[in-house]
Structures are given as C-alpha cells and as structure tokens.
C-alpha cells in the first residue's frame, strides 16, 4: 500500500513540475512541491496514517473545492497530502492565498451594499434562528416572510448581477446557487430586504417579488408581453378602477395581470385565448399570484379575471351583452377580429395592438381600410428601455479613487485629507469619482404598439 501511494505521488508531482515549468506564474512552487513529496515519503512509509488524517484531507478538499478561482498547482497537492506532511513554507504560502480571496471577497461585499452599510448579514444555521426571535417589523404593515410566499434571491459582483432567481419559500427546502445553498427554514420569520450568507459564506440579497419581476420568472407557454410595453399599453387605454377591459391572446397571463390591477376589485377583464395549453398556463400563473398576495398582505387579489377559450372571430356569442371600455389584442392577424370586436368597444375608446413585426402593422392598417371599420390609428410606437452603469471608481485594492485637483499643494492636502476621511468611513461630498456608461447588455425591439381610437361613424 505504500509503494501504490509512493507511486501515485511520485506521478502526481512529475505532471506538477512539468506544468509549473510551462507557465511562468508558477515556477516558485517547483522548490516547495520537492519538499512536500519527500515530507509526504517519509510520513508514508512510518506506518499506517491516522484514522483522523482522511477526515482532515477530506473537508480541505470540500474548502477548497468551493473557491470559485482555479487552483493551483500548491493548492492541488496540497489536498493530497496529510495535514501534517505539510512544511511550514506551504501552510504559509496556502493561508495567505486563502486571505487574500477572503480580502477580495469582503471587497465585493462591501461595495455591493455601501448604500446600506448597517444592514446585518445573516448566517444559514443557529445564528440566523437566534435573529429570528429577537426580531420584530420595525414599520407599520411590515410583515415577516411565511412559507408559501415567491421571493427573489439575488448577487451582485461590480454592480453587475451575478445570479438572480425566483423561489417559493418552502418547509426544509434549500436555495441552490454557484455560491452555496441557503435553507429556506432560516429564511422564514425575517422581514424581506436582507442579505443572507450562504453556506460558502457569501453573501445572497433576498426580497419580495413584484409583479414585474413575477411576469418575467414566471413560467410561460408563448412569449409574454414584456412590462415597458404593457405599461405604455396602459396609459395608451387609460385604464382606471371600475373599467371592463377585453384582453384577447392570454398567452402566459402577464397582461391579464396587469389589467386585473388596474381595474381594481371593482372592474372585470375578460381574457380570450384561442389555445387550450396557453389558456391552462395563464390561469395557473394567475392563482400563483392571488396565492403569494394573500400570504403577503393577508387579503385577497381581486378575482376579477375570467378566462375562456374561443377564437374571436367566431366568439359573438361570447361577446354579446357586454361593452368594452379598452381592448388589448396580442394575435398574430388582429385585423382578423378587429369586425368582431369593434361593435363591443365604446365609442372614443382605445384598441392597443401589440405587434412583433412591422409588416404585422402593414396588414394590420390594410385590413382597417379594407374593412372600412370606424378605427383612427393615432400612433405607432416602439418602446426603447437603455440601462446605464453609474458606481463610484475602485481601485484594486478596494479604496475608492479621489478627485485630482489642479493645485499640487492643496491637492496633496486635500487627498491626505480624503484618504483619512475614507479610513473613517465618512468621505466628503464629491470627492469621489463616479464610473457612467451604458450598460453591456441592453433589451434590444420587443413590439410595436399601434393605438387605435373607434369613433362614431
């Protein structure tokens, strides 16, 4: 048995020596592996290890497998090795690799949350259950998180967002990420807005969803109608409480949603789709909603939506009796509907048509003259959304960068004075840069929104 681990060492540290000679950054651990082998020869051939070394070499493994960074060469043999195999130079050489990622990762964290500084990081296991009974809502209508409820977890790393998830809280479940898990039974009776630390010690913001954020995570069948349109959709129809609203294409449900709130408890929207499994995914994303609301504010969502499959150009039954304050059409071919849906809509009011194509609104125009319909096309829109990048400038080592004036003696005195003002914590107004540009990733066209008026003929 030692001659196999003698063996595998001896390759283990040839394939070591042979990379660390091909890359310049590693060829001051060439010394250091030789000792290690021969520590690791002499440890292996006194005897047998101790039933207590495997454990020891196991959890490094587990440590050092949770580094998100490659390892190198010192840190691989290393775990292959008895703890006590190990000369001074690599525990050296090792701890202050594992500070100087620690050093970086504090970095991170403090810049991701210097805009609220006091906020308490809450650790998953017996320290977060302690908080949780010592805490209280602090504001009126603040409430604790239940099971049941539909958070947002989210990282940020340079003010870009690294992971960002929706989730049901549940009773011995466990929120997964790259960055560790976190169990969602130390999550239950904190209020919302805080950060909690995984399981690798990083740290993950957790909040309540909104409805925006809930129609985008949510689970779809078609496309949904994304929110900068709908919202532009809305004040197109000018929505209000009280309003009877036709939503024909339910899709996902996302509009309906939206629709349902803008009507209020006392309003109706009747949602119309042509497809069973899209009818099916809209009505089960529109209980998800009411149930999470009903958990959060401990009232109801207004039941105000009634789903029905029918294809609009046959659905006059299904239309007859009502009046329409405001349509929203999502279809492919809407002039295919617009005869049967115009004598329902109220006379001045508005038809949003939510078209893809530019040649949708081509055929769209053709078949309103064509049809001769009582319909005034009052614009054609397209909704451009351009997120920007504004931080303060940081330097390596976690310091933030200060103004340069042009006058060299008051601009040492005043960036002495900046940087012990910044070891205090209170940096004054305007000393700071700030980094603004556009941000690389940007929504690029969703839709066009024609806005269609009916008028009296």
């Not at 990379?19 to 440890?43: E, P």
């Not at 949770?66 to 010192?74: I, V």
């Not at 299904?318 to 849906?341: K, M, R, W, Y």
């Amino acid at each position: 048995m030692a001659v196999q681990i003698r063996n595998t060492g001896l390759l283990t540290i040839q394939r070591l020596v042979r990379a660390g000679k091909s890359t310049a950054g590693h060829l001051n651990y060439m010394d250091v592996l030789q000792n290690i082998y021969r520590r690791g020869l002499r440890t292996s051939t006194c005897g047998r290890l101790d039933e207590k070394e495997p454990r020891t070499t196991m959890s490094r493994t587990i440590a050092l497998s949770r580094r998100r960074r490659p390892l190198s060469p010192l840190e691989r043999i290393s775990t292959l090795l008895p703890e006590d195999s190990l000369t001074p130079e690599v525990i050296q050489l090792r701890d202050r690799n594992q500070q100087h990622e620690l050093r970086e990762e504090n970095i991170t964290v403090r810049t991701d949350t210097e805009n609220n500084p006091t906020e308490p990081d809450l650790l998953c296991g017996s320290d977060s259950e302690e908080l949780a009974d010592g805490a209280s809502p602090t504001l009126p209508g603040e409430s604790f998180l239940s099971n049941g409820e539909l958070l947002i977890a989210e990282f940020r790393k340079k003010s870009r967002v690294e992971f960002q998830k929706m989730f049901k809280l549940q009773a011995g479940a466990r929120l997964h990420s790259s960055w560790g898990y976190i169990c969602h039974d130390d999550v239950v009776g904190h209020t919302a807005g805080r950060f909690f630390r995984t399981n690798m010690g990083v740290a993950i913001f957790i909040r309540r969803v909104s409805l925006e954020e809930y129609v985008l995570f949510m689970r779809r069948a078609p496309v949904i109608t994304y929110p900068k349109d709908m919202a532009s959709m809305l004040m197109m129809m000018d929505v209000t409480e009280g309003d009877t609203v036709l939503d024909s294409g339910s899709g996902s449900g996302a509009m309906s949603l939206f629709l349902s709130r803008a009507v209020g408890s006392k309003g109706r929207v009747l949602s119309v789709e042509v497809r069973e499994d899209h009818h099916r995914r809209a009505v089960l994303n529109y209980e998800r909603w009411r149930t999470s609301w009903r958990l959060r504010h401990g009232e109801d969502w207004p039941d105000n939506i009634q789903y029905c499959v029918a294809d609009l150009r046959t659905a006059s039954s299904l239309l007859s009796g009502h009046g329409f304050n405001s349509v929203a059409l999502d279809l492919i071919h809407p002039q295919l509907v617009l005869e049967t849906v115009t004598p329902h809509l109220h006379n001045g009011g508005v038809c949003a048509v939510y078209l893809a194509n530019i040649t949708q609104v081509i055929d769209l125009l053709e078949g309103i003259r064509c049809a001769r319909l009582s319909l005034l096309c009052e614009r054609i829109i397209e909704i451009p959304v351009r997120d920007w990048l504004v931080a303060p400038a940081i330097q390596k080592d976690g310091r933030f960068c200060s103004r340069k004036a042009p006058n060299l003696g008051e601009a040492q005195n005043e960036e002495e004075a900046d940087d012990e003002a910044e070891e205090r914590g209170n940096a004054t107004f305007g000393s700071i840069p700030y980094i603004a540009r556009p941000h690389p990733e940007q929504m690029s066209h969703t839709a066009f929104l024609v806005k269609l008026r009916k008028y009296c003929p």
